[in-house]
């Protein structure tokens, strides 16, 4: 399906980085995840992804909207996905067009993960 896409998910619920990381590898992705926006802002920096699936709600001082606002700045080349459980139009709005690539609402299933990282990679392809 999707070849050599790089994934970094960001979530602190270790049953939702389980479940995103089986989906992307079945795609052909490779896949990485970490639990808060602090270790994702250290691996962004250590390594090149393509896409960040992130939730938007954290335990602790930063949160997805934080992480977005980072890697639009110093990681113009990896794209963000924000997802949470409160994901409205308004908000959905106003993170895609502070450069969100996408925002789901939470729960959503394989199908949606794997439409979302066709559309990506397709963005990548016309990209580069």
């Known amino acids: 399906m999707i070849e050599e896409t790089s994934v970094l998910i960001v979530d602190d619920d270790d049953d939702i980085r389980y479940a995103l990381s089986k989906i992307f590898k079945k795609c052909n992705c490779i896949v990485n995840d970490v639990a808060s926006v602090e270790d994702a802002l250290d691996e962004l920096s250590a390594n090149h992804y393509d896409i960040v699936f992130s939730d938007m709600w954290f335990h602790g001082t930063m949160g997805g ?3 977005l606002h980072t890697a639009v ?6 794209m963000v996905v ?5 994901m409205d139009a308004e ?3 106003l993170l ?3 450069g969100a690539a996408f925002c789901l609402q939470k729960p959503f299933y394989e199908d949606t993960c794997l439409e979302v ?5 397709t963005l990548q392809k016309k990209a580069a």
């Open 65 to 67: 909207e934080e992480l």
């Open 73 to 78: 700045q110093q990681f113009e080349q990896t």
């Open 82 to 86: 924000l997802i949470s459980c409160s």
């Open 91 to 93: 908000r959905t709005a």
């Open 96 to 98: 895609m067009s502070q």
């Open 117 to 121: 990282l066709s559309k990506l990679s």
